[in-house]
């Protein structure tokens, strides 16, 4: 199994701004994940983050909204950059550690004004 | 990995009583995974069943799964206030490693 942390715990933000999410795993995972779940939806996946590359990102999610590091194994970043009332959501970080059971962080709860 | 289908979309029971959620996918698959999240907290995983496998139990959930029919079930026994959360599954097909496709979820109350 794998414990995640995620920091913050909840934000209220300004228009405009911009918002870096931390996720922190407690051993050494190959891919990490981070989803986005809006108000009354279902989780929608962002993007894969991958050691020493690039992040893959989904379709209609976009490098320069959603920038992500990802600069070890155990620990990566997400961004949400220029925020808009639209970003309001729960952001999740998810690992996949060896078995193919993911493992969820307790999420971001962001409210932009 | 492929969207489940999660039916029904809410259940209301008391508590004791038993509930059942079922899922219904599209394509082949490697395993399906049930999941559960509180209140809009993080997912915590609580059940993979993998394509060769008819049914599974752990604790008091059993789920079943009938590759004919490409479909599942969740079953939790003796339910009890603490269950209330929402319910996913998720299959998982060979080409989409670690990438999980949710759907809308079961969203089950129990009233103590």
Known sequence: SAVISQKPSRDICQRGTSLTIQCQVDSQVTMMFWYRQQPGQSLTLIATANQGSE?????????????????????????????SPEDS???L???QAGSETQYFGPGTRLLVL | SQQGEEDPQALSIQEGENA???????????????????????????????S??????????????????????????????????????????GTSYGKLTFGQGTILT???
């Open chain 2, 110 to 112: 129990v009233h103590p």
């Open chain 1, 55 to 83: 992040a893959t990102y989904e379709s209609g999610f976009v490098i320069d909204k959603f920038p992500i590091s990802r600069p070890n194994l155990t620990f990566s970043t997400l961004t949400v950059s220029n925020m």
């Open chain 2, 20 to 50: 059942t959620m079922n899922c219904s996918y599209k394509t082949s698959i490697n395993n399906l995974q049930w999941y559960r999240q509180n209140s809009g907290r993080g997912l915590v995983h609580l059940i993979l069943i993998r």
């Open chain 1, 93 to 95: 970080c998810s690992v």
């Open chain 1, 89 to 91: 959501s729960i952001y």
């Open chain 2, 52 to 93: 060769n496998e008819r049914e599974k139990h752990s604790g008091r959930l059993r789920v079943t799964l009938d590759t004919s029919k490409k479909s599942s079930s969740l079953l939790i026994t003796a339910s009890r206030a603490a269950d209330t959360a929402s319910y996913f599954c998720v299959e998982v097909g």
